[in-house]
């Protein structure tokens, strides 16, 4: 009778956890089509595995996304269970030990893009993350405007970019007063940093730490920084509000109601500019960053990655989704309703993605260029002191050496802070 009664007692607490629903919690932000996008393949992954996934919303401002986790993973709280993490603080998360080890889970890491995955999504020999998308900064340009004004060749340089910029620009404030030539992402905030990244690394500096010091105050930077205030102040290509508020959705909305002749933005805008309600529709092409004269073109690698928390209390479940994320068929409708540049190498040879995404043989020669921002778990500490100072200059509180010159001066310090 006794062994029944545990028997039984035992069979109601099975019963009950079984009833307990276990919920993936997924944290992703982006712009709305992409949260409308992610809202979508929720909801086909409960009905096909009949796992619950809760889609926690995040802003699209990768600073803030960033922000949002780390509070979370610092307590160990146990959501969200799976997000997306920036290229740029990946490592961050990893060092810190939020990442699950992806060992083991039958993934097949071989067909991601290697450099990539070599260059983040691996730590301390384990698997921890893989790329959803990769990301580099491109040129989008107005066809119709160019043909317009007898343009028959795209610029090659930033040098014939601005000619063209200020000569169009001047036609076309004729009758729209509200016109500029190129838009850029300057505000205080990462994708700054990415943009002086393209910059800086055309003229033949970049961000580059030498034994441990970070050099940044050399003859090419202060003249790529030079250049681009210059684009704001003296030539007034850019528009004055560049260093308070353009992030990349501005920067989109900017050129996408149709006020601009060239936009630096990443390969999402892509879709958006095409979508029906773009006043710019037909009429955008895309392009690799041009680059300074006698100088090379440069892209900053971008790009958001998966990974399972450590603190989860539904690994099993989170995986499958990380796995559905990941598969082939996901990957495809992601490049295909969303422009975005699928992790998976091997959709890159899909019939429909060549046929209905010509774009990407652009995209492709665009991954040629590809200038990485320092791997480091300390990089956004040294981001956020490049940000500040790089605005400075933007702003004109600063002149460029001055700005490059403290901005190596306080990133000396941080670097002396976490290397102790
Ligand atoms: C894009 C890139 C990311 C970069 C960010 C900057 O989201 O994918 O790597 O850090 O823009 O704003």
New binding site residues.
């Given amino acids: 009778m006794r062994a029944f009664l545990l028997l039984f007692l035992l069979f109601l607490l099975v019963g009950c956890e079984k009833r307990e629903e276990r919920v993936v919690t997924f944290a992703v932000g982006g712009a709305p089509n992409e949260i409308e996008f992610w809202e979508k393949l929720v909801r086909e992954f409960e009905e096909r595995k009949g796992i619950k996934v809760k889609l926690l919303r995040q802003p699209t ?2 600073d803030q996304r960033r922000q949002g986790l780390v509070v979370a993973l610092r307590s160990g709280m146990k959501d969200p269970d799976v997000f997306l993490m ?3 603080w990946l490592p961050q998360f990893a060092a810190s030990g939020w990442l699950e080890p992806l060992e083991g889970s039958g993934l097949k890491r071989e067909v991601f893009f290697k450099r990539v995955v070599k260059l983040v999504d691996i730590y301390s020999g384990k698997l921890v993350a893989l790329p959803v ?1 990769v ?1 580099g900064g491109v040129l989008y340009y107005r066809k119709d405007l160019l043909e317009k004004y007898g343009y028959s060749k795209l610029p090659e340089t930033w040098e014939e970019l601005l000619e063209y910029s200020l000569r169009v620009q001047r036609g076309e404030r004729k009758k729209s007063p509200q016109f500029f030539g190129f838009v850029w ?1 300057g505000a205080q ?3 700054l ?2 943009t002086f990244l393209e910059f800086a690394s055309s003229r033949g500096g970049g961000i580059t730490f030498r034994k441990g010091r970070l050099v940044l105050n050399t003859g090419p930077n202060v003249e790529a920084l030079t250049f681009m205030r210059d684009l704001i102040h003296r030539y007034r290509i850019s528009p004055p509000n560049t260093y308070t508020e353009m ?2 959705e501005e920067v989109r909305m900017f050129f996408q109601e149709g006020n601009a002749l060239f936009e630096r933005n ?1 390969p ?1 805008a892509w879709a958006l500019h095409q979508s029906k309600d773009s006043k710019v529709r037909g009429k955008v092409g895309i392009a690799p960053l041009p680059k300074f004269k006698g100088g090379r073109r440069a892209s ?5 990655h998966i990974g399972i928390s450590r603190f989860s209390d539904t690994k099993r479940e989170s995986l499958e989704f990380l796995k559905f994320v990941l598969s082939y068929e996901v990957q495809k409708r992601l490049a295909l309703n969303l422009g975005w540049n699928p992790g998976r190498t091997d959709v890159y040879e899909d019939r429909d993605v060549l046929k209905r995404m010509p774009h990407f043989k652009v995209l492709r020669e665009v991954f040629n260029y590809i200038v990485a ?1 320092p791997v480091s778990p300390y990089y956004t500490q040294v981001s956020e002191v490049l940000q500040k100072y790089l605005n400075s200059a933007l702003s004109g509180r600063l002149s460029p050496e001055e700005a490059l010159r403290r901005a190596e001066e306080e990133v000396g310090k941080v670097v002396e802070r976490y290397s102790r």
């Fill in positions: 401002d990768t920036d290229v740029a998308y990301d992402q905030y990462e994708g940093v990415c992030k990349e990443w999402y900053t690698l971008g790009g958001w921002r």
